[in-house]
C-alpha cells in the first residue's frame, strides 16, 4: 500500500520552514526518507524504525507517530540546496520489508 | 564515500532486444536491489538480492526479467524483450543491513524506441 505524501509541492524562500508529511493505511515499522535532484538518484536522509523515534541532522528531522501511523519530516531555515523532491518509503507491506514509496513532494526554496 | 555505480548511463534500444543493465555495489554491503522511476513518477521496487539469490520481486518484474550477479561484484539486469514501457530510469540500489537505508546509484535511463 503506498504512502500519501503532503503536501504535493512547496514553495519557500530561503530561511522558511516546512514540513512534509507522510501517512499510511496500515501500520507502520520503519519509514526512510529520502530527498531525490531532478534527474539524479534518490540520497537517503534517514530511517525511522521505532514508533516515537526522532532523528535530525543539520536542520532537517524527521517523527515517526506509530499510533496516527504517519511520519513528517521537517525542514528548518530551508537552503536553497533543499530544493528536490522528497520521497518517504514506509514498511513493512503484504508481508515484504521492502519499503514502498510514495509519489514525492516538490519542494522549491527561492532566494 | 562509497558509491553503487551503474552502467550505461543512458541505453537507447529498439523493441524486442535484450538489454543487460550493470551496477556495482558498495562492496560491503548485502542486500541489492533494483528499482525503476518512469518520468516524473514514483520509485518503484524490482527485486532485492541476497545470499546470491532472489530474496523478493514485484509484480513488474516478471519473466521477462533476470537478475545475476556473476563475480561477487557486479549486479546486473536483464530484459530480455524490451517494451515501450520498459522506458524508465533504472536505479541500483545496495545496503549492509536490512535496517538501514539504501545507497542508490546514479541510475541508467533506458529509452526503447
Known amino acids: 500500500q503506498q504512502p500519501v505524501q503532503s503536501p504535493q509541492a512547496v514553495i519557500l524562500r530561503e530561511g522558511e520552514d516546512a514540513v512534509i508529511n507522510c501517512s499510511s493505511s496500515k501500520a507502520l515499522y520503519s519509514v526512510h526518507w529520502y530527498r531525490q535532484k531532478h534527474g539524479e538518484a534518490p540520497v537517503f536522509l534517514m530511517i525511522l524504525l521505532k514508533g516515537g523515534e526522532q532523528k535530525g541532522h543539520d536542520k532537517i528531522s524527521a517523527s515517526f507517530n506509530e499510533k496516527k501511523q504517519q511520519s513528517s519530516l521537517y525542514l528548518t531555515a530551508s537552503q536553497l540546496s533543499y530544493s528536490g523532491t522528497y520521497f518517504c518509503g514506509t514498511g513493512p507491506s503484504g508481508g515484504s520489508y521492502i519499503p514502498t514509496f510514495g509519489r514525492g513532494t516538490s519542494l522549491i526554496v527561492h532566494p | 564515500e562509497p558509491e553503487v555505480t551503474q552502467t550505461p548511463s543512458h541505453q537507447v534500444t529498439q523493441m524486442g532486444q535484450e538489454v543487460i543493465l550493470r551496477c556495482v555495489p558498495i562492496s560491503n554491503h548485502l542486500y541489492f536491489y533494483w528499482y525503476r522511476q518512469i518520468l516524473g513518477q514514483k520509485v518503484e521496487f524490482l527485486v532485492s538480492?541476497?545470499?546470491?539469490?532472489?530474496?523478493?520481486k514485484s509484480e513488474i518484474f516478471d519473466d521477462q526479467f533476470s537478475v545475476e550477479r556473476p563475480d561477487g561484484s557486479n549486479f546486473t539486469l536483464k530484459i530480455r524483450s524490451t517494451k515501450l514501457e520498459d522506458s524508465a530510469m533504472y536505479f541500483c540500489?545496495?545496503?549492509?543491513?536490512?535496517?538501514?537505508?539504501?545507497?542508490f546509484g546514479s541510475g541508467t535511463r533506458l529509452t526503447v524506441v
Open positions: 538480492f541476497y545470499n546470491n539469490e532472489i530474496s523478493e
Open positions: 540500489a545496495s545496503r549492509l543491513q536490512g535496517s538501514e537505508g539504501y545507497t
